[in-house]
Structures are given as C-alpha cells and as structure tokens.
C-alpha cells in the first residue's frame, strides 16, 4: 500500500471544510428522508457540544484519545505502513497503565508519569511486533495487527480477571497519585472528566511535527516511507525505520490508552469488545491527511460529532448511527477530492500533467 | 475421537464459510488492483439485508440474492471514488466500513422504533444433508451435512479458480490487477474490469455477510459481523491472493477456532484460562505467518490508481 | 459518485419512510416535580434483556404513577458519566444506572449530585453505597438453580451443558446455581461448562452448542447474551424432544418453540417498579441493597416451561423453590461456595 | 500507396504543444524512421496514431482513408500494432498468455490454451522468432520479449508495426537479429513505423525518414539522399559532434579490486560467478554486455545493497566486502544508480532535501538529532547551481523535475561528495542529447580530477566513447578487456555474446 501522501498534498483547508459541509448535507437528505427533522437534530447536536462548560469539557474529553490514535495510524501512513493494529496497542497501553497504577506505589506526578509511561511501552511493544515481522519476514503488516488486535482483547481481559483482580469484571479504581485527573482544569469546565491527556495529546502532535520534519531519525522515517529502495541505496537501515515506525505508531496508541484508563475511566475493566478509539484513528488521520495539524482538527470534528450525537439521539430521536454516515461522507468527499474535481470540471479537458512521467 | 475430529472438522467448515466467500470478494476487487479494505462493511450491509429481506419475504433464498445485490450497491462508491476520482483505496475502503456500519445500524433503529437488533428471522437457512455422502464416517457429517451457504462458498472457490484462471475474463481481470497498461494496449477497458472487480466483491462480501447472519445466525445487530470482515482480508493475504490459497487460509483460521474451542470441551480450561484459548487462533495465524508463508507477492499493480495512456 | 452514492442512500432512506416510523423515547408523563431517568449500558435500549425489562417496567410506572421518564442510551463505557450527569442536571427524581459496567460513574455522580436519588442494577456497589442511591441486585444463582433441577431431571444422558458469556463474578452465579441445582436433582449428572469469552459471537455459540450436543450432552442453559442465540439457533436444527436449550433474562422460548424447555427469567421491570412506587411514597431505600430472589418474585422460571416440563418435574422444581424461599437451602453464588454446597 | 498518412496533427497538453501540426507519411511496405530527441512528440504521435490520445486538430488516413482512431481496438482493427519501448507485458504471465489477452480464442468459454499455443508457435516459426510459447515473461531475456510484443502484433494480424526505440535495451547481436526480424516483415508485406534517435541504425535498415523536433515537423527525407551528419543537425537543430572530446587517460594507482567475486541475484541463483576487476585512479573502465549478465548485482554488491557470498572487494587497500551501504559510501564511493526512480532519488522529496540523501545526519546538515534546514539549502542551491540542475526552487518535489534534471542532481549529489570511486550506472538512459553531452562531460572531468570510474552501460555507443579500457561482462564473468581505440564492434559483440578473443588488454 502506498503512501497517501497524496491526499495531503491535495487536501487544502476549503477542499476539508466543503467536504464536512457536504457531508453535513449527506446527513442532513438522510434524516429528512427517515422523517426526522435535520435542522433540529443538528442544533442538538452542536449544542449539547458547546453549550455548558461540562459538555465543552466533555468534548475535548472525547477528542483527547482521537487525537492520539489519530497520530499513531498517520506516522505509520507516513512511512508507508498501515496500522490497522492502533485498537490492540491502545488496550496493551490501557493496561500496562492500570498495572503500574495498581501494582506500584509512587508519590503523586511521578506515579503518574511512570504509568503513562508504561502504557506509552505497552503500546510500542504491541507494535513492535507487527513492524518486526513485516521488516525481518515480510509479512504484511494488515493481517499480524488484526491478529494482535484480538490478543490484546484477550490478554487485557485475562490479565484483570486472572492476576489484578480475584475473578472480579474490574479493576479496583486506581489511586490518585497515578491519576490524570486535574482539578483545576475539571472545575474549569464545571467538573467535566476533561483531564491532563489532552495536553499529552497536543503534545504529541507537536512532536509528531517536529520528528518527522527537523530531525534526523525523521527524515529517515519518511525517506523509508516514500521509497525504501532509494534509502536503502542511501545508506538507511530500511527494517530498523519500519519496526521504529511501527513503534513509535504503537507509542502514540499506548499513550492514548493509558490516558484514556488513567485520566477517563480510572479503572480497566473486562472489555466485551473494542471501543473502537483505535479505529475511529484511522478515519481521523485520514481526514487530517496524516499531518498533525489536520489530525488535531479531524479529531476535534469527530469528537464533537460523537459527543454531541447522543444528545441528538436524546433530543431528536435520530439514531446517532446518522454521525457514521456523515463521517463516512466526509471521508468519500476529501478522499475524492470532490472540490478539484468540480474546479476540474470547470476548466475543462485540463489534464494534470504532473501525474505523468512513472 | 472419531467424534472429535468429526466435531472440529464440523467447527471449522462452520468458521470458515463467511471467510471464504467474503475472501473470494476481496479476491476479485485485488487482482483486479483495487485493495478492498471494505470487506468489513460490504459484510455488514449483507448481513443486515439479507435480515430485513428474509423478515419481509420469508424467504432466505431472496434473502442472499439481496444481500449480494446490497453488497454490490455498497462497493460502487468504493468503486467510483478509488477507480474514477483515483482516491486512495485504503481510504475509501475504511469510508465504506464507517458509511455500511452506519447505514445498517441507523435503518435498523429507524425500522425497528430504535432497537438495537432486528428480530429472530425464522425462516433460516437449514443445512442441506447431501443424501448418502453425508453418511461418509468422519468426513460425511461435517462436509455434506452443512449451510447451503457452505456448498455455495466451496462451489465459489472453484467457479473463482475457473473463472481467473481459465476464461478470458479472468485473464484481463488478472492482467489489469499486474499490469493496466499494458491490458488498456491490448483493448482490455481497464476501468470496466476494475469496477466490475469491485462490484463482484461486494457481492460475494455480501453474500459472506448474509451466512452469517441468515444460515449461521438468524438475526442482525451492530455486532453481527464484528472483524469477520478484517479475518477475511487477512486470510486472503495469508492466502497470496489466490482461491485455493484463500480456501486454505480460512480453512486455517477455522481449524484453530476449532481448536480453541475443542480444547475448552475437552475441559482444558482446568489448566488453561479460557481467554488463552480464544486467542490461539490469532497466535497461530501470525506463527504461521512468520514461520512458513513469509512474503506475499501482490498484484503489481494493487492500490495504484490508472491513467489512461499514462506510463 | 456524489449522485450513485446519494442515489444508495435515497433508496435506503425511502425504505425507512415507507416502514413510517420515528421512535421517540420519550413518553411525557406531564408531571410537574416527579421525573425519572434511564441510563442503559452499552447494551443499549432494545437489547432484548435488562436494559429493555428496566425500561418497560420505568414507562409502566411513568403512566401509572405520573412520572416523566426518559431513556438515554450509553455507546461506549465513558459515556455513562455524561449520560448520568444530564439526567442529574435536569434534577430528575431518581435516575437510574443500568448494569455493573456503570458503577464508577454512578458513584461519581451521585457523589456530585448529593440532593437526587440514584438507583443501581446488578451491583452492590461493593458493599459501599451512598446514601442517596439504591442498589438493586437479583440472586441469579436461586433462578438457575431451578434452571439446573429442571435439566438434571429431564437429561437422559446424564449430561447437562452451560455455556457462559465472558468470564466474571455475574456470570459466575449463574454457573455456581446451575450446577448446585443439577447436584441436587441429579448426583450422576455431569455439567460440561464451556465460556464463548463473548456476548456477541453468536458464530461461537452455535459451535460450542453444536459440540456439547455432539458430546451426548442433551440440555443447555446459557448465560451469554448474543452468544446464547447460536444455542437456539443450532438446538432448532435438532431432534424435537431429545435437545433442548434453557433461556436466559426473558422468555426466550419464542427462539426455539419446539426445542426450549424453559427460562430464567429476571423480572427487572418488576424490581424497577416497585422501586418507582418506593419514591413515589417517600421511602426511597438510600443506602441500601436491594436483594431480589425467589421470594419476591424477582427471579424464577417462565410461564411457558409447563410446555415441555412434565408436570412431575415441575413439582420438584416448586418443591425446590420453596426450600429456597424458605431458607433451607442456600444456594452457592460462586465458585467457593459451590465446592461446600451439599444437597 | 501511402500506409499511412498523417496530416496536420496537433495535440496539446496544459503548457505544452506535444504535437503542432505534425505530418508524417508512410508508404506501404518500408521501414520508416521517425527521428527525434527525447520529448520531441515522437510518442505522443504515435499514441495518436495507437488511438491512445486523440488530436486536437489533423486528420489521418491508414491506407489512403480517412480515419478516426478513437482507441486501441479500433487501431488494432486497422492493422496497427505497437511494439512499446517499456514491455508492455504482464510478468507472471505465460508468452501465450500475453499474446492472446485482449482477444482470447476460446471454447466453451474457456480459453482455448492448446489452439492459441500453437497459433503463437506458428506465427513465430513464420517470422523466425524463435519463442517459447510456454514460457513465463518473468523468465525470458529482453530480447526474447521484445520478440512477445512484436508477436502480439501479429498475432492480431498488424501489417503496419510501430517499433518504439527497439534497440535502446538490445545487446548487439540482438540489434542483428531484430534487424533481420525486421526484414522479414518488411519481406512479408508488412509497413514499419521505426522510432529512434539512433542515426547509424536508420542509415542499416530504413528507406525513409520523418524528423521532428519539439513538436514540430522538420522534414522527411530518403535515407538514399542523406547522411548521419545531416540527420543529426536537422534532429538537434545545430551541428553535433559524435566523439567526446577527451585527453588519454592518465592511470595512477589501483583504487578498487575485486577478486573472485560471487553473488547471487533476487531469485538465488549465482548471477555474478567468480568475477575479477582491477580500476584505477584517473580511468574510466566501461562495462559492456547484455542486460541480465550479472551488471547490476557487481554494482550492488560493490555498494553494499547485496551481500556477495564469496570473494573479497578492496576498495584504496582496505577490504570493503559486505559492509553496510552507509560504510562504503562513507570511504568513499559515489553511486549514480542504474535507476534513478527507484533507488536514486526519494520523489516525493523536494530536489532540496534529495541532495543530502546520504549525508543528512552528518555535519554542517545535522547537529546531534535536528536538522540545519538553512545548512541543507544552501548546499542544495550551490549544487543546483555549479551543475545547472533546471528548477523552479529547492523547494520543487523532484518527481515534478525533468530526467534530464533529476539525473543531474543525483550527480551534483554524488560528484560532490568527492568519492575516490564513482560508479556510474546507464547514467544518459532516457535523455535527449544535450543532456547526454553534458553528462558525458562531467565523467571525463571527474576522471581528469583522478577519479577511478566504472561506467556502466548498454548503449555500447557510450561505452566505447567514454571507456579507456572496456569490460565485457559475460554470465557474470569478465569475458574479456579490450581496447576502445583499437576493438571492433564485431570482437566485443562476439565477447558480449559469450565467445572467445584473442586479444586482451593488459592493464
């Protein structure tokens, strides 16, 4: 699979706002048709968003892990690989998080930092694996994270029933010293659960920029990214960049499970199935064209779409499932290009000549 | 122990029916050079309208030939956006997940005053015992006593090997997946084998979804097809993008859910925890990924946009 | 494409408008102080289970005792704290929190919201429940108890089946009941036990259903949600009289009519109501565990188990019963107590 | 009576006129040379004329009547066929297979694989194409598919055949046989299109020639009435000089040796087997021989990009034999790659960044683990500069530059590293001549500064122009040495093709 820079390349800021408006529109045709009324469910949706300093901080909650996951599946786009295993690393960083929160006794901050720290490694490692047999044995990367996926699942699972707890669904809850929960910043938006991850996620994006674009390591990644050929010919140890790639993805997915479990949910519990933050990173990187800026703002739209599509659910009564379509919608226009398409369209038998010349 | 193997042969012929036909799908979409990375949902809208079909019509007959023709609808944006508009394909393959999943589940909720499943179709698809054959000890019960979508799924893996393989059809199809241009300078419309790649996909995705949820199961809810989708895709690399290899990849991947299962009846589960058991499938596939396949080729051609007259 | 594909979703969107519906959650009781809220698990409202016995059981209220009630419904575990807040916000009367998943939240909220009730299922909040929230739990353990009498007196080859969902401490109490209940009707009796590690594969439930049969097991009950629809769905393929499935939550013998000799059914709407009648009369239990078992009805075998039940069997089943109403039996609600329970 | 006949034919793409009121005129039954530099619009009317692109003005005639060639097929309906310069052929493939596709016989809807391999067998005896019709295209040497796609031709019954620069990939005595193919169609009635900015093949083989340049037509001309000479002025527009200008080498000490050298190719078989090669400082040693011989493993494995399995390769006295690429490079080896899409250039990178490819972490472009992007750009301008690299900015991605450009700033790039070795892999393929010159230039003048260099070539014409002392690699040995001034086309096309000489060259 390709790199998709493309996509970035292509994508302007209009190109993204004219796709989430026609999207909207997508939404919008489909609720009319099932007889509900858009306008209103709209309203709900992005009052319930905005309106209270508790939803304000609710949503920038919910936003926090998309803008994680949403790095880990862009940085491994960037350098050529896919991972679809963001889902897996994001529970192994769950719960290397929850062990050291529970198993280890810290002073505040520092027990903190060290279990986000923990998850930030479970994560890496979940990923390490993926990327190591795709650069040692050259399997694809798609099926070994679908398959981790699931291990992880499992192994989250039987670690909190078997070795955390006694049998129990969950663990207990885990101290305050390894919380992510600020108090200052929760009373800010009127004891919403918004906490310190999301300033690890802004964070990560920052240094997601400047690792790609003005270091070294960074220009390694994306060289191997592009054409693994021409830096293998450079002098670049193309195997060691994927398994980096894929760990420094894995480390952008632990990170967001582990301050997910320590600044959200503050215990890990025996999970039925995925909660799919990992792969909603997928769809967020995509639509950010696997830059950080752009992920940043995806997963803001995406994080208000979800959070407020249960208050248009409650309000409404138009099955929040509408904000999936939409999303695809968006995803379709953008991928598209619908707007230099139309511009296309406009100029007439204008052919992009820069696509010549393979 | 006769009984044994007859039950795990039986578990995976059961797993691995769903697999195998929505693989085959995929198939066609990747030879024909578009990676199909909407399995998942194309499963998904297949399931859910072979449901609602079999619910109104009760006939699950009907039920399976709507869900290919569903599936078939569902591929063309994937089709349109990744062959026309040169989008890339992985990306219109995740929409297509996100976009099948959400219509599915928002039609469900519509249709029925917002549960969050459709109700039990009673009208399944029963297994089909083939007279005499299905008396074969061992083999007999597990092979000709199944879904009709079973026979269905084998009879496709042969149809799909003829088809590629051995009519002019299939050679363009294949040429178009390895080489576009240089199928376009032999005449071959290279857009119309790639739609109709993708179009066949989403019908035997569709179908695939449909033994899920009309032979195996009998309803459809958010849960239904869960990573199936994903599974198939993997065995269809597992199984270097050819039939018989899709065929022996979720034979596979069937075999170790059999397993799993199998050891948990045979009361592994004293010694083992249960979980440990659920995930050998997984560890087995990646072991055996790593340990004997190791580098799949792919189409040459798969996942790279077409220009006419482009070099 | 903009046209193909808004074209698919026209044709699906005039598909829902010809089925002419809408659904709104909301039944407005008109009441001006008193109002209640739901906050379903991840289960979500119609999940043919708790969440929607809860449900039926707050809307009867809502019309008989005038109260305002509203449903939310929960996609993902950290929805629940946002879901619980907005009914508190609206100073609802009671609102309740549906399942185990939700106990932190609850706790959380309740916490903040100290001057509103709050009402919990399927926890006791481990032992610590505030003063302002009532805990109600149901003993599993006494219904599947029945469930075992039932099997070990019909199964003819003297094995019995449990497949259960993913392994916790709830689903442990169904087990622990079904195989105290087995001992009791039947020593020589064995129970295979198999957990599907899901509440969803209904793929996995049918194989394992499939394999126990094939084992010369002839009855199965399950505690395992979707899973459970897999045993149904393969005991239906069987030989009427000989394989039988036992249903779970509801009466689920409309799965499998000719195949299901009975159910365990947990009367959540029952519990709900009376709760509902409580705060009605001011005397919301804060503080306190509200246990549900036999005696009070609120958990017990299906109307239709007369069906395929010899009414000998059933006999012993109400002999049973009354021994547990009674106090003479206790019946095992885990793994420990199930090793010392002795018939 | 005219084959063809193409009248006033323009076509545009946005910038530029590939085609401004274009005529070519082919009579039935000869060879016809369409003559150009690269990027003249040879191509673009040809694909015209193959109904892949559509004119935006002329008219064509195929055998005096006027046409419209809307696609492919309808071309193919005419009896045109095209003999592309990149195969047009699908690798895992069967020679049949690829011969058929597009117009399958069949029985009862199946291919009828007996029928077409004998049609094939046939059709190949016919012309004396000698192919296997069994055989994989993956498995089968250049000439051999060139000789599929000739067949393919055929097989649907062309009688005009375009043939896209057939010679650029041939070995000599291949040229030969393609050359005596191509009389034998003629002989069968057949009409030849022949593309090539070769003038000694036009002089051998053609009757007439069509010459453009920058898209517009210049003139046709009998190949009776004309020379080399003439053709080449009227192709570039200004006299040309067809030797390199260059002094006698002057050889100093032995900067690489390699000895007994074995390395297998992608498929583990021994592609290079028991080599021997000694360059000096100051000279140029040409490796000749015919694609597939082992030329492109020695390169790898000299680089470090393939691991040899045996023997030593001594680099200034120092054994460099297996070292990681980034080791070799760092003592001292410039590599211009054979291909400069895949390995010589990252293409989505601008030219800017393209220009510290080997040296990005090192000192003054890096500090410890960030990058001095001002550092970087300044190098990337001076080097556009000093090797007149044609860019908008250092910014421009280099996949938007020309391949004469591209190829210029991997050798700015590896030039200016001042290796004591530089490898120089097809370094003019697919650039037109003004380009070629000056890249010719270049090597004489490292050479002169006491470079030892090891050019690598298909094209024998450079080979012999730039070499001091010529290698010719046979089946991954060294099959001979000869001397550029004193050697005969005949005696290295000989060694290329695996016989013996009498002479050699000591060094």
Redesign the interface.
């Known amino acids: 699979m390709q790199v998709l820079s493309k996509i970035n390349k292509q994508s302007s800021i209009f190109t993204s706002l004219v796709s989430v408006f026609l999207g909207l529109l997508v939404g919008g045709v489909m609720m009319i048709l099932a007889g509900y009324n858009p306008i209103q469910a709209y309203i709900a949706l992005f009052q319930s968003a905005f309106l209270q300093p508790f939803d304000i901080g609710e949503t920038i909650r919910t936003i926090t892990p998309l803008i994680l996951t949403g790095l880990a599946v862009g940085l491994a786009f960037r350098t050529g690989l896919f991972n679809i295993g963001v889902e897996g690393q994001f529970i192994i960083g769950q719960l290397a998080a929850v062990i050291v929160a529970l198993k280890l006794d810290l002073p505040p901050v520092i027990h903190a930092i060290v279990a986000v720290i923990a998850g930030a490694l479970g994560g890496a490692l979940w990923a390490f694996l993926p990327g190591y047999l795709k650069a040692k044995r050259g399997v694809h990367e798609v099926i070994t994270t679908i398959m981790l996926n699931f291990i992880a699942l499992y192994l989250s699972n039987l670690t909190v029933r078997e070795w955390l707890t006694d049998g129990a669904d969950k663990t207990k809850e885990i101290p305050e010293s390894a919380s992510l929960h600020w108090n200052m910043l929760s009373q800010l938006f009127d004891s919403s659960r918004v906490h310190f991850g999301i300033f690890i996620a802004i964070v990560a994006a920052f240094f997601m920029y400047y690792l790609l674009w003005k270091t070294t390591t960074g220009y390694q990644l994306r060289a191997v990214g592009y054409n693994p050929h021409a830096s293998e010919y450079a002098g670049m140890n193309v195997s060691r960049n994927i398994v980096l790639s894929m760990m420094i993805s894995g480390v952008f997915a632990g990170l967001a499970g582990a301050s997910e479990l320590l600044g959200t949910a503050g215990y890990q519990a025996i999970q039925a199935s995925y909660t799919g933050i990992g792969f909603d990173g997928i769809a967020v990187s995509l639509l950010g064209g696997n830059s950080p800026l752009g992920i940043v703002l995806s997963a803001s739209l995406f994080g208000i779409l979800t959070y407020g599509g249960s208050n248009m659910e409650y309000v409404a009564a138009v099955p929040r499932e509408v904000i999936r379509v939409v999303f695809a919608a968006i995803i379709f226009f953008v991928a598209a290009n619908i707007v230099r398409w139309v511009a296309q369209r406009r100029k007439k038998k204008v052919i992009d000549k820069g696509g010549e010349g393979k | 122990m006769i009984n044994s193997l007859t039950d795990i042969l039986a578990t995976t012929i059961l797993y691995m029916t769903p697999l195998l036909l929505t693989a085959m799908g995929g198939l066609f979409s990747e030879r024909s050079g578009v990676v199909n990375i909407g399995l998942e949902g194309l499963m998904t809208i297949g399931a859910f309208t072979a449901v609602i079909t079999t619910l109104e019509t009760h006939n699950p007959w009907l039920g399976l030939i709507a869900a290919m023709i569903a599936g078939m609808l569902f591929s063309i944006p994937h089709a349109v956006a990744s062959i026309t508009f040169k989008a890339d394909q992985v990306v219109s393959g995740v929409a297509i997940n996100f976009l099948a999943l959400g219509v599915a589940v928002y039609l469900v909720k519509a249709l029925y005053e917002g549960a969050g499943q459709t109700p039990d179709v009673q009208e399944v698809l029963r297994k089909m015992p083939i007279p005499g054959l299905e008396k074969i000890p061992v083999i007999g019960p597990a092979l000709f006593d199944v879904f009709p979508t079973t026979y269905l799924a084998f009879i496709i893996v042969f149809i799909g090997y003829f088809v590629l393989y051995r009519t002019p059809f299939g050679m363009r199809l294949r040429a178009v997946g390895e080489h576009p241009q240089a199928a376009e300078t032999m005449g071959v419309n290279v857009y119309r084998m790639r739609y109709t790649g993708v179009i066949i996909s989403g019908a035997l995705a569709g179908l695939g979804g449909a033994s899920l949820s009309i032979a195996i199961g009998s309803q459809f809810s958010e849960s239904t097809i869960a990573g199936q989708g994903f599974i198939a895709l993997a065995a269809l690399i597992f199984g270097k993008w050819h039939p018989f290899g899709a065929l022996g990849a979720s034979a596979f991947f069937g075999f170790a859910v059999a397993l799993a299962l199998k050891g948990q009846l045979i009361g592994l589960t004293n010694y083992v925890p249960s979980e440990a058991l659920s995930m050998l499938p997984y560890i087995l596939t990646i072991l055996a990924l790593a340990g004997f396949v190791g580098r799949a080729e792919a189409p040459a051609a798969i996942g790279k946009p077409f220009e006419t007259g482009g070099r | 494409?903009?046209l193909?594909?808004?074209g698919?979703?026209?044709?699906?969107?005039?598909?829902?408008?010809v089925?002419?519906?809408?659904?709104?959650?909301?039944s407005k009781g008109g009441s001006k102080g008193q109002s209640a809220g739901l906050v379903t698990d991840?289960?979500?409202?119609?999940?043919?289970s708790f969440n929607q016995n809860a449900w039926a059981g707050l809307q009867k209220a809502g019309k008989e005792m005038d109260f305002n009630v509203?449903a939310?419904?929960s996609?993902?575990?950290?929805?629940y704290?946002?879901?619980l807040?907005?009914f508190a916000?609206e100073k609802r009367t009671i609102t309740w929190g549906m399942g185990?998943?939700i106990q932190?939240a609850l706790e959380k909220v309740s916490n903040?919201f100290k001057d509103q009730h709050f009402a919990i299922v399927d926890t006791d909040m481990g032992g610590k429940i505030p003063d302002n929230v009532a805990a109600v739990t149901f003993k599993e353990e006494e219904g599947s108890f029945l469930m075992g009498v039932i099997a070990g007196s019909m199964t003819k080859t003297n094995k019995v089946g449990f497949i259960g969902?993913?392994?916790?401490?709830?689903i442990?109490k169904f087990e622990s009941g079904y195989r105290a209940g087995v001992k009791a009707a039947n020593p020589k009796a064995e129970v295979?036990?198999?957990?599907a590690?899901?509440?969803?594969?209904?793929?996995?439930g049918?194989?394992?259903a499939?394999?126990?049969y094939?084992?010369g097991t002839d009855i199965i009950y399950h505690a395992a949600g979707?899973v459970g629809?897999?045993l149904?769905?393969e005991v239906k393929?069987r030989k009427q009289g000989k394989y039988w499935a036992i249903g779970v939550d509801m009466d689920q013998s409309?799965?499998a009519p000719d195949h299901t000799l009975s159910s365990m059914v947990k009367r959540v709407d029952v519990a709900v109501y009376d709760m509902m009648k409580k705060v009605k009369d001011d005397k919301f239990p804060g503080g306190e565990q509200v246990q549900i078992g036999l005696k009070d009805n609120g958990v017990g075998y299906a109307d239709t188990t007369k069906e395929h039940v010899p009414a000998k069997v059933l006999k012993k089943v109400d002999d049973f019963k009354q021994q547990i109403i009674d106090g003479k039996i206790k019946v095992p609600a885990n793994e420990n107590e199930l090793k010392k329970f002795k018939p | 009576m005219n084959a063809v006949e193409m009248k006033g034919i323009t076509k545009r793409f946005p910038g530029i006129v590939a085609n401004d009121r274009v005529n070519l005129t082919v009579k039935q039954g000869e060879i016809h040379a369409l003559l150009g530099e690269n990027g003249a619009g040879k191509s673009t009317l040809m694909n015209i004329l193959f109904g892949l692109y559509q004119p935006d003005e002329g008219e064509i005639f195929i055998r005096e009547k006027k046409t419209e060639i809307t696609g492919p097929n309808i071309a193919g309906e005419l009896g045109i066929g095209m003999v592309h310069q990149h195969f047009m052929l699908v690798d895992p493939f069967t020679v049949t297979e690829n011969i058929i596709l597009g117009s399958e016989p069949t029985q009862n809807g199946m291919i009828d694989q007996r029928k077409a391999e004998k049609e094939v067998q046939a059709i190949s005896d016919r012309y004396g194409l000698k192919v296997d019709p069994r055989a994989k295209i993956r498995d089968i040497s250049v000439g051999m598919q060139q000789r599929v796609e000739i067949l393919k031709t055929l097989y649907r019954g062309a009688d005009i055949l375009i043939f896209d620069e057939p010679t650029a990939v041939l070995a000599p005595k291949e040229i030969d046989e393609l050359i005596v193919i191509m009389e034998n169609l003629v002989k069968e009635g057949k009409t030849i299109i022949f593309i090539t900015h070769k003038l000694k093949e036009i002089m051998r083989i053609c009757d007439a020639v069509t010459i453009i340049r920058q898209g517009k037509f210049i003139g046709r001309v009998d190949v009776a009435d004309t020379d080399e000479s003439r053709l080449a002025s009227m192709m570039v527009g200004r006299d040309v000089s067809f030797t390199v200008d260059k002094k006698p080498a002057q050889p100093k000490e032995t900067v690489l040796s390699i000895r007994n050298l074995r390395v297998k190719n992608s498929r583990g078989v021994d592609a290079v087997r028991g080599l021997d090669m000694e360059i000096k400082a100051g000279e140029i040693v040409g490796l000749a021989g015919v694609d597939g011989n082992g030329q492109s493993e020695l390169i790898e494995a000299i680089t470090g990009l393939k691991s040899a399995h045996k023997g030593e390769i001594v680099l200034n006295g120092k054994a460099i034999t297996n070292l990681k690429p980034k080791a070799i490079t760092h003592r001292g080896v410039g590599h211009i790659p054979e291909d400069r899409h895949r390995r010589g250039l990252v293409l989505d990178f601008s030219i800017g960044e393209n220009m510290v490819l080997q040296t990005f972490d090192q000192k003054p472009f890096a500090k410890g683990w960030t990058l001095q992007y001002p550092q970087i750009f300044k190098h990337a301008k001076r080097l556009i500069k000093e090797f007149d690299v044609r860019t908008p900015d250092i910014h421009t991605p280099a996949r938007a530059l020309s391949g004469g450009n591209q190829q210029k700033g991997i050798i700015a790039r590896e030039v200016d590293r001042d290796p004591d070795f530089l490898i120089a892999a097809q370094p003019t393929r697919g650039l037109d001549v003004g380009a070629i010159e000056g890249i010719h230039r270049r090597l004489i003048e490292q050479r002169d500064k006491g470079k030892a260099i090891l050019l690598m070539s298909l094209e024998l014409e450079e080979v012999w122009q730039l070499a001091d002392r010529i290698a010719v690699i046979y089946e991954g040995k060294i099959a001979g040495w000869v001397d550029p001034a004193t050697t005969t086309e005949e005696e290295i096309g000989l060694l290329m093709a695996g016989g013996q000489v009498g002479t050699e060259v000591s060094s």
């Open positions: 494409m903009k193909k594909a808004l698919a979703l026209l044709l699906s969107a005039a598909l829902v408008t089925a002419g519906c809408g659904a709104a959650q909301d991840v289960g979500g409202l119609n999940d043919e509203k939310l419904e996609k993902r575990d950290d929805e704290i946002p879901n807040t907005k916000r185990f998943k932190n903040q969902g993913i392994t916790s401490p709830l442990k295979k036990v198999v957990y590690e899901s509440f969803t594969d209904s793929a996995k049918r194989a394992l499939s394999s126990l094939n084992g979707g629809k897999g149904f769905n393929t409309k799965l």
